[in-house]
């Protein structure tokens, strides 16, 4: 081999283990920038799956939510329970005119104390009643929900501007609406003016109840009826009829599919013990 020919070698090999040297230089840097770019995708991914899954915090520092999503997220719990305790005891709160079932003060719908006699009606306006019957149930609990809100804004910076007003209760198909008539307004840098807070639960005690009134059309013309009928009518309808001693009927409506109840009893067209 040649002397200039030995240089040329030479100088080819040191220049190949310098793109080398560069090239792997430039993998680590591409290999660094991929970790950090999936690490920052991995914490966005994780920020936006507890924002989404995080309730608001009751005095917590997350004030700017909407009011209505605040006050669902405290109010919820209490809501529910009352709504499931007023429907187990035939639409009122506290029962005055009962008979008892598995540990139950069911109220009569429709009652007479004669035998051989239809029922006459208690609750006319059933839905107004339980709508009123919740309102009752939640209200120091909704109360409570506002002051705490209130205090959460305020704690945030914001200057607040809450009017009381009353709160109504509406069953609606599958829903049931809570209407908060307050008016607040909120101050911070700019001003919002909410004229009303609503309160949504996923609840279908409206259909339930327009069954019972249905039934209860059956008790005071007939004094009994067919529960078959509405089953097959409503095939996600469980409609369950339990015939006592002393002459009262406990109905018992159940929606198939969210296991929601609404039970009430009825005394028409009873006949004396050991007769019927």
Avoid at 7 to 25: A, D, H
Wanted: with cysteine; aromatic share 10%.
């Amino acid at each position: 081999m040649k002397k200039g020919e030995k240089k040329l070698g030479t100088r080819s090999w040191i220049l190949e283990l310098v793109r080398k040297g560069l090239s792997k230089s430039k993998l680590s840097q591409v290999t660094i920038f991929i970790i950090i770019a999936l690490v920052l995708i991995g914490l966005v991914i994780i920020f936006l799956f507890f924002r989404d899954i995080v309730p608001p915090v009751l005095g917590g520092t997350r004030a700017e939510i909407n009011p209505s999503q605040y006050m669902e997220s405290c109010l919820e719990e209490n809501l529910k329970e009352a709504v499931d305790k007023i429907s187990l005891q035939g639409g009122s709160l506290s029962p005055s005119h009962y008979v008892l079932y598995d540990n139950s003060r069911i109220e009569y719908l429709c009652y007479t104390n004669e035998y051989h006699v239809l029922c006459v009606v208690q609750q006319p306006l059933l839905v107004q009643h339980i709508e009123t019957e919740i309102e009752n149930s939640i209200d120091s609990k909704a109360r409570e929900c506002l002051n705490s809100m209130k205090s959460n804004y305020e704690n945030s910076g914001y200057q607040v501007n809450l009017r009381p007003g009353k709160i109504n209760v509406e069953l609606i198909p599958k829903r049931i609406l809570i209407n908060f008539n307050n008016s607040l307004t909120l101050t911070k840098e700019g001003s919002k003016t909410y004229d009303s807070i609503k309160v949504v639960l996923n609840n279908n005690l409206y259909e339930l109840v327009s069954i019972a009134n249905s039934i209860l059309r059956w008790e005071t013309n007939y004094g009994d009826a067919e529960t078959t009928t509405y089953m097959d009518y409503y095939p996600d309808l469980k409609v369950e009829k339990k015939k006592q001693s002393e002459g009262s009927t406990i109905y018992i409506l159940t929606d198939r599919n969210n296991l929601n109840k609404f039970q009430f009893a009825s005394r028409s067209v009873a006949w004396p013990p050991g007769y019927g």
